[in-house]
């Protein structure tokens, strides 16, 4: 249940070049500066606090107005049902 002789064949074409893609491209290196952990510096560490409250806020914000939007939406149902 392959689909047939063609598909078996186009997979292992494209698993070929994969591999070959894995050969041409760059190895990523470890950074040695990171934003959390020893090696961070002080200016990204708090950079880093920034955007985790900004993100929370953000959040917070979205939920609220989730909960708000549907509790309208129940009540205008209820209202008009």
Do not use: C, H, P
């Not at 698993?15 to 760059?26: M, P, T, V, Y």
């Not at 708090?46 to 708000?68: C, N, P, Q, V």
């Amino acid at each position: 249940m392959t689909g047939g002789v063609g598909f078996s064949k186009d997979a292992e074409q494209s698993l070929q070049g994969n591999r070959a893609l894995g050969k041409i491209r760059k190895k990523l290196k470890f950074s040695d500066q990171t934003r959390t952990g020893e090696n961070a510096s002080i200016e990204a560490i708090d950079e880093s606090i920034k955007y985790r409250f900004l993100r929370k806020t953000r959040l917070r914000w979205t939920r609220s107005a989730f909960f708000f939007g549907l509790i309208i939406a129940i009540l205008i149902f209820l209202i008009f049902w």
